[in-house]
């Protein structure tokens, strides 16, 4: 078994606040997704077994849809969740093989955490793959680094969009 993946991330604001960021529609729209890309929310129902379901959009007219189910949610400082990819239906299917790979793994375990950490709020994120083959356990532990990369742009829109609200 690979190690999961963990990336650690202050935020200058409170974890309550950086909580009500994953938790609210309103707030989660203005960050969430690689740097450059718009977002659209077809579905959000956050509570234990509800579902977010959006869209991340290109200029270029390219589109990858995303899930989330969750499946633990403790306010203010911890959410648990299957992370998918789908079609614009909803259903989960596998992720486009550019640039993830034929192998990448149907649904990843996902857990965020929030504590205070003396200086904001230290976000941490754990995922490792769901139910996957020895595989696609691998190819998601090869790519560790590029998540890193692309968690890094997402958590840098988070805290310019704290800094906006103020926090």
Wanted: proline content about 5%; aromatic content about 14%.
């Amino acid at each position: 078994m690979h190690p999961a993946l963990e990336i650690t991330q202050t935020l200058h604001s409170s974890p309550d606040q950086v909580f009500d960021m994953f938790s609210t529609k309103e707030h989660l729209i203005n960050w969430w997704g690689p740097k450059g890309m718009e977002m659209e929310i077809k579905t959000f129902d956050f509570r234990s077994d509800g579902i977010f379901h959006y869209v991340l959009k290109a200029g270029n007219g390219f589109e990858m849809w995303g899930k989330f189910t969750y499946l633990e949610i403790e306010k203010p400082h911890r959410i648990v969740l299957l992370n998918a990819f789908s079609n614009s239906e909803g259903e989960t299917i596998n992720a486009p093989e550019v640039p993830f790979g034929a192998d990448w793994p149907l649904e990843m375990w996902t857990e965020y955490t929030f504590t205070s950490d003396g200086k904001g709020c230290r976000l941490k994120l754990t995922s490792y793959p769901h139910q996957a083959s020895e595989a696609s356990q691998e190819l998601f532990f090869q790519n560790h680094g590029n998540m890193k990369q692309g968690f890094k742009g997402t958590f840098e829109k988070l805290e310019a969009y704290l800094l906006e609200l103020g926090g």
